[in-house]
């Protein structure tokens, strides 16, 4: 679990994030949505240590990450798993090699324990087949599983999604939706996803924060999200009907 507690952010003169509370629970695809500049960017980089508030705290199972020092800090950064918007595989290392390197750089097992690790992270991304390709002899879609598999295979507490699904056709990102999702709920991780993609609400919404223009504007899941009373989010939501015309897709398949 990570708690937001009273978190203020600024840039010079410019407040970008206001008083804002939230608890991100394990277990449960948490999203933060908003439009471009709302400051959900910025909250995820602050929760993940990237940007130091101003006001409030950060805890993850109650550890101030304010109040940690650089040993604490690093024991942290092992247990979290990160999702890059481009996917972020090295082009000159096959998909086996990619999900091998956080191994290399942080765990102390043994080799074998090792490619028993990376084997196990690839089968349940469905990328056993292409373990021997590079990333340019795949789709974006494996690429971005690949990069699940990675983000998971240091078993980690905590798996932050910048933007999962950018670049990711309608069928391909409800598939990479799912195995967020899936991988969630299976290893009990505290995710939290950054998207502007309503989709993704309706698909894996447990938990969304709505941010705008600084503030929180709203807090709930994905059933509850049409019944807010919040016109700055019904905006968001309907401002596109692009998930209603995949869910039918979706269901005619």
Known sequence: MIE??????????????????AVFESGKTNLIIGQSGSGKTVLMKS????????????LYDGRDIAAMGKKEMAKLRQEVGMLFQGSALFDSMTVEQNVRFPLEMFSDKTRKEWDERVEFCLSRVGLSHAAKLFPSEISGGMQKRAAIARAIVLQPKY??????NSGLDPRTSLTIDQLIHE???EFNITTIVNTHDMNSVMEIGDHVIFIHKGYK?????KETIFTSGNQDLEDLVFASNLYKKVKKYHSLE
């Open 47 to 58: 929760v993940i240590g990237i940007h130091q508030v101003d006001k409030g705290q950060i």
């Open 217 to 221: 504007g709203w807090e709930g899941d």
């Open 159 to 164: 798996l932050f999604c910048d933007e999962p």
């Open 183 to 185: 991988i969630t709920q």
């Open 4 to 21: 937001v507690k009273n978190v203020t952010k600024s840039f010079g003169d410019l407040t970008v994030l206001h008083d804002i509370s």
